[in-house]
């Protein structure tokens, strides 16, 4: 899995706190960005994060380019509907020379169930090739490709959105692959607003598990906002 951070909003906490606080300024937006002082960020951040006033966070947005995963995983992250996505098309990229795929870890550490999985792919890549020999179309021919193929995706997601994805995806309990994915984004993200994200993750990380029965258990220290 490669996770890059291709671009986002300049100077993230001022440009939410320069939001937040034109709603109570007599000057415009664009003189609060360059005058604010950076203890009023500081305190207007607060504001909006123990308030819950979170609107104001959408005005800024990140956008990660992935690669090296697996459409197992892309079927759950467009799930997430507040958000941008463009995928690599299995109608229009050709496979003709085969296909990546991934395979996951209690596949691979296990050799009779790594033998069944390694079968499979290269049936599916057979069947594939011999479907575009025939003139099948690509997005036709596609159908016998497996949730394993490896697949690209572009992702766009505002501030607001992207707390919600790392509550989500950041938890012990969601799906291996696309939790990697969430924690490798947060890894990205907090040096570039680290008080917003300071206590991004998983419901325990700032408060109680919201799993219930099916909570993991996990000791995380509660993180404090001063």
């Known amino acids: 899995m490669q996770v890059e951070l291709l671009y986002h909003t300049p100077d993230v906490e001022r440009a939410v706190a320069t939001a937040a606080r034109l709603c109570y ?28 006033h979170y609107s104001t966070l959408e005005h800024a947005s990140y956008t990660f380019a992935v690669d090296g995963v697996s459409r197992a995983l892309t079927h759950q992250l467009v799930r997430h509907r507040i958000a941008s996505f463009n995928q690599q098309s299995q109608r ?10 991934v395979e996951p870890r209690t596949i691979s550490e296990n050799d009779q169930a790594h033998e069944i999985f390694q079968k499979c792919m290269t049936d599916c890549e057979r069947a594939y090739q011999k479907l575009r020999e025939l003139e099948i179309p690509k997005e036709d021919a596609r159908f016998v490709l497996p949730n394993a193929a490896e697949t690209k995706i572009v992702i766009t997601m505002n501030v607001r959105e992207l707390l919600h994805f790392f509550e989500l995806r950041c938890c012990n309990r969601a799906q291996w692959e696309i939790r990697e994915l969430a924690h ?43």
């Not at 229009?92 to 795929?101: L, P, S, T, W």
């Not at 993750?201 to 509660?222: D, I, L, Q």
């Open 184 to 226: 490798r984004m947060l890894e990205l993200v907090k040096p570039t607003a680290p008080y917003i994200f300071m206590d991004a993750g998983a419901p325990c990380v700032h408060g109680s598990c919201t799993e219930g029965k099916m909570s993991c258990n996990n000791p995380y220290p509660k993180v404090v906002r001063d």
């Open 25 to 52: 300024a007599p000057i415009g937006a664009s003189e609060l960005m360059e005058t604010m002082p950076d203890e009023r960020v500081r305190s207007v951040l607060s504001t909006i994060m123990k308030g819950g």
């Open 92 to 101: 229009y990229v050709k496979f003709d020379n085969g296909f990546e795929y």
